[in-house]
């Protein structure tokens, strides 16, 4: 009879262990793609003078319609409301772009960035969430 509770513990133990690196692997994924779309922004619009041009709107919607599909995996996997920073940020961007303010759209750029990066440090699957 003990047997069956150590291989009951077992299982349990390898299915805890697949969904903490299944949330890993989805929640890495989805801000490091984000991260490095920014990052192709960044450099698209190191030598531009304006953001009145059809591929940085492009690029912005792109963007917006990447992280609009992660947040609406990561929803499941994390709180919502500690990555809502990254969707207010994405509208600004775009309300940048209508302005035509460069400093402010790369500020806003930044700090997608810096949430994309930051998240990825406390998110996702260590050994304190398995046990």
Do not use: R
């Not at 133990?13 to 890993?24: P, R």
């Not at 619009?45 to 940085?56: G, Y």
């Amino acid at each position: 009879m003990k047997v069956f509770h150590y291989i009951n513990f077992f299982l349990i133990f390898v299915l805890l262990v697949a969904i903490c690196v299944v949330e890993e692997v989805l929640v890495s994924s989805s801000l490091s793609n984000i991260q490095d779309s920014c990052y192709q922004i960044e450099n698209y619009i190191s030598d531009k003078d304006s953001l009145k041009e059809s591929e940085i709107v492009l690029m912005v919607d792109n963007l917006e319609f990447d992280w609009t599909e992660d947040e609406s995996k990561l929803c499941y996997l994390v709180n919502h409301i500690s990555i809502k920073e990254i969707s207010y940020e994405i509208s600004h961007l775009k309300s940048y772009i209508a302005s035509d303010d460069i400093d402010a759209f790369k500020m806003s750029l930044d700090s997608i960035k810096m949430y994309c990066h930051s998240y990825l440090h406390f998110m996702g699957a260590n050994v304190h969430n398995i046990l």
